[in-house]
């Protein structure tokens, strides 16, 4: 059986704009062309320290071609990147840590249903440890992937100031 959702998504307008778009994320996180996996930020909490976060799957996905031929299924690394580039842009643009915030962990990952060209992915993110230090600051954010209702992964993503 799935855990529960980090937080109730029927609260939060899905349909809104979002509150950073494609271009600002591109202001604070460095991925580009093909690895660039967050196309926006539809709401967050700082308080409670909580994002939500969607990547648009689409036919011209660098790996559609070869993952896997006539069945295009989205890799769960790269489930897991679009992931921590949300944790990074939300630690960098609302907690306002400097630096490049790289990649540095990642446990209890599982994948539970496939996601395909032609739909959304909804990224949601808890920062559940943050240690903010002079030379590399720490953070750890659970995270979850839904796509229409379905949970299709969750794992923990951790982070390093570099």
């Known amino acids: 059986m799935p855990p529960p959702l980090l937080f109730d ?11 950073f778009d494609k271009e600002a994320i591109c202001k ?10 967050l196309d926006g930020i539809l709401w967050y909490d700082k308080e409670k320290a909580l994002v939500l976060g969607y990547k648009d799957v689409t036919e011209k996905e660098f790996w559609v ?6 069945r295009p ?3 769960g690394v790269i489930m897991v990147e679009a992931a921590a580039q949300l944790a990074s842009f939300f630690t960098k643009q609302v907690f306002q840590e400097q ?3 790289g990649f540095s962990g990642i446990g209890s990952a599982k994948f539970r249903s496939i996601i395909e060209p032609g739909k959304r992915l909804y990224l ?11 030379r590399a600051s720490l953070v750890t954010t659970s995270v979850q992937g839904i796509v229409d209702d379905t949970l299709v992964f969750e794992a923990s ?6």
Do not use: W
């Open 28 to 37: 604070v996180n460095p991925q580009r062309f093909e690895m660039q996996q």
């Open 9 to 19: 998504l029927s609260q939060i307008d899905l349909e809104a704009e979002p509150v």
């Open 65 to 70: 071609r070869g993952h896997i031929p006539d």
């Open 124 to 134: 949601l993110g808890h920062i559940t440890k943050y240690k903010r230090r002079k």
């Open 99 to 101: 630096g490049f915030i």
């Open 73 to 75: 299924l989205m890799p």
């Open 157 to 162: 993503v951790s982070g390093m100031r570099v």
